[in-house]
């Protein structure tokens, strides 16, 4: 295989890191995103880990490969990369990369003002505010969010017996409210979350079976939502993603606060045309709007979008050359 190298633009959505991959990544075959990303994982997954692994990367890295579109009714493709494998869907790199994509004139969308993206989980309607050559704001119209199951009973090494919900916002999420053995995210370190919730997610995963009911490739639960009180004055909750084996998401998650909302709206909290404020670990935020009602699978679902913002960090060709480098391939310790 030997030196291949990789075109990317750094930046940054809210806190979480976002890799853009430009130039470098193979074709792949498939009539769908989801196809495709079958297909990388297949014959490419060393890109993923090459990129996103310690040494080129580290525990949060996470990004989106460029492509054309699989759809006549998208002007772009992402496929997501993450420590965690190629997420269905990824709203915070949706953020950054619709930024970036649009600040450097990546992709020439048919409406301004408005990108349409062929993603494995399905298509996402970005609409971004440009003020000169910088795009101030993105706001991201989700694929359909639905609570998948409620009081799930099981048991966290570190907090005893916990329940959890389910749901999905793109990715399957267990969200750990407040209860007798979990009052607030606040009570606990970031170390101490990475270190409770990859057991937590491999009990759940055996115990219980997490598909999506119209989409079966996408399946299992992959990240934990640990909730808590917010701190600024404007957010309804705050909350702390774990994704991967070490990650806690610095962003308010995208993915994750749809999931939060559809979990909100089926329990009555939300209804369609409010607003939901996500607060993240390190206080930025996420601004959430419920815009339709929908049904997966017959159950009652949500359109949530996501609004947040995102800055370019940096150019950065990568080389990954397996001859030279033993951790061309990255490494996790
Ligand atoms: O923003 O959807 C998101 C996300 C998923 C994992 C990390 N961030």
Known sequence: ?????????????????????????????????????????ADYDWIRTGLMFEPRGHDMMSGAILYPSTRDDCDIAFLFIETSGCLPMCGHGTIGTVTMAIENGLVNPREPGVLAIDTPAGRIVA???????????????????????????????????????????????????PQENFKDMADFTAADLVRM???????????????????PEIKGLSHILWTGAPTKPEAHARNA?????????????????????????????????????HESIIGSLFHGHVEATAEVGGKPAIIPSIAGWAVETGLNTITIDDEEDPFAHGFVV
């Open 127 to 177: 609409r971004y505010r440009l003020e000169g050559r910088k795009v101030t704001e993105v706001r991201l119209t989700n694929v359909p969010a639905f609570l998948h199951s409620t009081g799930i009973q099981t048991h966290c090494e570190g907090l005893g017996d916990i329940t959890v919900d389910v749901a999905y916002g793109g990715n399957f999420y267990a969200i750990v409210d």
């Open 197 to 215: 919730s990859p057991g937590l997610r491999d009990r759940l995963n055996a115990e219980n079976s997490f598909a999506h009911p119209e989409k």
């Open 1 to 41: 295989m030997a030196r291949n190298r990789f075109f990317c633009i750094d930046g940054h959505t809210c806190g979480n890191p976002v890799r853009v991959v430009t130039r470098g990544a193979p074709g792949l075959d498939g009539t769908t995103m989801l196809e495709r990303r079958a297909h990388f994982l």
């Open 241 to 277: 993603v774990f994704y991967g084996d070490k990650a806690i998401d610095r962003s308010p998650c995208g993915t994750g606060t749809s999931a939060r909302m559809a979990q909100w709206a089926a329990k009555g909290h939300l209804k369609p045309g409010d607003d939901f404020v």
